[in-house]
């Protein structure tokens, strides 16, 4: 069994409410961890933190539009007040599936937004706490859309690609301070992003994966988890979770 470390330390998950944000709220607050949850959903965020943290002790819920960089700037200023943070999870997105010839600037620059402006913002005020404390773990959600290319993937495949190169980037940068940066890159994951698209076009999505089903948030929450644990000796990587879909 994995001792992930997280007992007792603090995790900002981005995205909490619902889908993978909320498997990995559930996960961390397992191992022990306080979360800091971020999302723009206040309502679904609280109900969840009312359910898996009943006492309000561990989990600490935060409405943060991420689009916004003031309003991140505030959501981290508050949650360093209530503790240092040891592990940031960069989940939240804003799924796009438009064509070349559909896609408008304003959904572009929103995807853009939140997949990586967002993300750079938030990790830059974070980072710059974990450095001066010599240890953070970072983990961003990347996707197997940001690996490989497919229709009406423009924006939200090209920030995911771009997502997976910040990854190294700032690993790189950070290396050096006991903060380690890494990705995970699921496929299709049984959440509201996935089983919004409708049942037909989630059949033929399925089919197309070589383990014949596609992942549970608590598969790729795993993963997730060893990565923000304290033993592991990997920055910079982009660990793939995909069934098979991508073999690299
Ligand atoms: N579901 C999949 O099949 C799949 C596949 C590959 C990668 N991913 C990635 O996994 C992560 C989680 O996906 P999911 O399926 O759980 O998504 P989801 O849409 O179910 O949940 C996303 C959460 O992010 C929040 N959010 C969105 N925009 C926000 C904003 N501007 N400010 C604050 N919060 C905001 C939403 O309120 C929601 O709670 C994303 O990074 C996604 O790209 C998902």
Request: glycine residues 8%; charged residues 20%; hydrophobic residues 50%.
């Amino acid at each position: 069994m994995l001792d992930t470390g997280l007992a007792g330390r603090t995790a900002l998950i981005t995205g909490s409410a619902q889908g993978l944000g909320a498997a990995l709220v559930r996960a961390c607050h397992a191992e022990g961890a306080q979360v800091a949850a971020l999302d723009i959903d206040d309502g679904a965020n609280r109900s969840l933190a009312a359910e898996v943290d009943p006492d309000g002790e561990r989990i600490r819920t935060l409405r943060v539009d991420l689009r916004d960089p003031d309003a991140i700037a505030a959501a981290y200023d508050e949650v360093r007040a209530w503790r240092p943070v040891d592990v940031l999870i960069n989940n939240a997105a804003r799924p796009l599936a438009r064509t070349l010839w559909e896609i408008t600037a304003e959904e572009w620059d929103e995807v853009f937004a939140v997949n990586l402006r967002a993300v750079f913002l938030l990790t830059r005020a974070v980072a710059a706490d974990m450095r001066d404390r010599g240890y953070g773990r970072i983990v961003n959600v990347a996707s197997v859309a940001g690996q490989t290319p497919r229709p009406t993937g423009a924006a939200y495949g090209t920030s995911k690609a771009g997502l997976i190169a910040l990854t190294r980037v700032f690993a790189a940068e950070l290396a050096a301070h006991g903060v380690t940066v890494n990705a995970v890159a699921p496929a299709m994951i049984d959440t509201p992003m996935v089983r919004s698209i409708g049942p037909g076009a989630l059949a033929d999505l399925t089919a197309q994966v070589p383990m014949g089903r596609i992942a549970t948030p608590e598969e790729v929450a795993r993963v997730a988890v060893f990565l923000a644990s304290r033993q592991t000796f990997v920055t910079g990587a982009t660990y793939d979770v995909n069934g098979g879909v991508l073999m690299r």
